[in-house]
């Protein structure tokens, strides 16, 4: 049976393991037999073949061809200028393969940057005591332990959990944060599965332990890299016209060359004379500046992306891009950047510009400030340093709530937190405790259709009115149209 099936007990039988976590001695075995957990470079052709492929493909080898032929001809006749033409058409030849070089060159540094979503550490439990490791050297059968914030550094199954939620938006694409349980499930795909951890995601919420089953190139996260390293790109559209372009314009330079000698010679032209002749009409008719042409055009559109975080790998990839009318796609999260942003927010019964919050924040009602302290307040985000800098980690939705209570509240209140009750798939809000200076408020966001029937008032500026059926179908009205919109609704509501 595969690991999520198992019952906790099962599953860590099946990896000779137990609640105490594997021995030293075990550990150090293990290591030897599955290898370090690093993401590994599979060997690809060397840089130097790479580099020269760049002046190998065909048109490349035409040119080439054009410049040869440019030389013979200043050779025997010097002074013509067919010896500044081949050196031009060389220096188009190493422009264009340089170019291509360094753009694949830094597209591939980028991706190699997927190594840094495996940390660098590790807490495990070895011997029923906690130890602090290299992630490196985790194994099969290890017991990680896993807080709030923390990258899960293997493929582990859940084995103790209290309020766990994880990020798996680089695996899966989901933006959503999802909750993780321990119970045994029935569902096929392990990625899918609410008792697994998966390698190169995060932990959003709760604490817990999971026992690794999966290490290295072996976990989801090591098998996508893979698959980024050895995937062999096809020619793209624009490749194949050149293909066929460039054979076009190699018949045609040809032939008509070889009939312009022809003629030469049959009214009585000297050899040498009617050669280069016939170089010059063949290097005439091949267009020197198609190739540079293209590779720019190519180039900014790959820089344009760049600038919106669109990595492209291989120029061509461009203009294949470019010629798609529809994209096919199950998960919304594949195409975003995960970050969250407030856009509207609904207060007092009228909708207003997020963005615009900053510039009213001196004309707040006692109602928006209980609203923008529940944004505040109300969240399990973790404060660290990085970069000389304190963010926020967590759930991205809460990073966008916070932010923008930040922004109305400049005299941001500091009131301590007494309780919380976390968030969870079947409660669908969640609700923390602060001790304020008019003694303690509990504030609650989440799900509209769990908060709204636990509220009894409707806060409006500095006053409180009863929740009328009116007001409750004014509220589902706007949190459809909100939805409509395309926007993740919330509710915020206190006592």
Request: hydrophobic content about 45%; proline content about 5%.
């Amino acid at each position: 049976m595969k690991i999520h099936h198992l019952a906790v007990e099962a599953a860590l039988q099946s990896l000779q393991s137990s609640r105490l976590g594997l021995s030293q001695t075990e550990a150090a075995r293990r290591l030897v037999e599955f290898g370090s957990n690093e993401i590994e470079t599979v060997r690809r052709e060397s840089i130097v073949l790479r580099f020269l492929k760049g002046f190998t493909h065909f048109f490349a080898l035409i040119l080439l061809l054009a410049a040869l032929l440019a030389f013979v001809a200043e050779w025997r006749e010097p002074g013509q200028g067919m010896g500044a033409l081949g050196a031009a058409i060389l220096g188009v030849i190493l422009i264009n393969g340089l170019f291509s070089f360094w753009q694949e060159y830094r597209a591939e540094r980028a991706i190699a940057a997927l190594q840094k979503l495996i940390p660098k550490q590790a807490r495990v439990l070895r011997e029923g005591k906690n130890f602090e490791i290299p992630a490196a050297e985790l194994v099969p059968g290890d017991l990680i332990l896993l807080e709030e914030g923390d990258d899960i550094p293997a493929d582990g199954r859940l084995i103790e959990g209290f309020g766990v939620r994880v990020n798996n938006a680089t695996i899966t694409g989901e933006s959503l944060p999802k909750g993780r349980a321990p119970d045994p499930v029935e569902q096929e795909e392990l990625i899918h599965a609410k008792n697994i951890l998966l390698a190169g995601t995060s932990m959003v919420g709760g604490r817990g332990s999971a026992l690794v089953f999966a290490t290295g190139m072996h976990t989801e996260f090591g098998k996508i890299a893979r698959l980024t390293q050895t995937a062999e790109a096809p020619l793209s559209p624009l490749q194949k016209e050149i293909v066929s372009l460039s054979r076009m314009i190699a018949l045609l330079a040809a032939g008509i060359g070889v009939l312009f000698f022809f003629i030469g010679r049959f009214i009585g032209l000297p050899f040498w004379a009617n050669f280069i002749f016939a170089i010059g009409i063949i290097v005439a008719n091949v267009p020197e500046g198609l190739l540079p042409t293209v590779t720019l055009a190519l180039a900014m559109g790959s820089q344009r992306m760049a600038k919106r975080n669109a990595l492209i790998r291989h120029l061509p990839a461009v203009e294949t891009l470019g010629s798609a009318t529809v994209i096919c796609t199950d998960k919304t999260g594949t195409l975003t950047e995960n970050r969250m942003s407030a856009k509207v927010i609904y207060l007092a019964g009228r909708l207003e510009d997020a963005d615009r919050i900053e510039v009213k924040k001196d004309s707040l009602s006692e109602g928006d400030r209980r609203f923008f302290e529940t944004a505040l307040f109300c969240q399990t985000l973790r404060e660290m340093g990085k970069s000389g800098q304190k963010t926020l980690t967590g759930d991205p939705t809460e990073v966008a709530l916070v932010q923008m209570a930040e922004k109305a509240l400049p005299d941001k209140p500091a009131f301590s937190r007494l309780d919380e009750i976390p968030f969870d798939s079947d409660r669908k809000r969640l609700s923390t405790l602060q001790q304020t200076p008019n003694g303690p408020v509990l504030y609650t966001k989440g799900a509209l259709e769990t908060v709204l029937p636990l509220c009894r008032s409707v806060q409006l500026g500095g006053a409180l009115q009863p929740m009328t059926p009116e007001w409750k179908e004014r509220f589902l009205q706007t949190e459809a149209s909100m939805a409509d919109a395309g926007l993740r609704v919330l509710a915020f509501a206190h006592r």
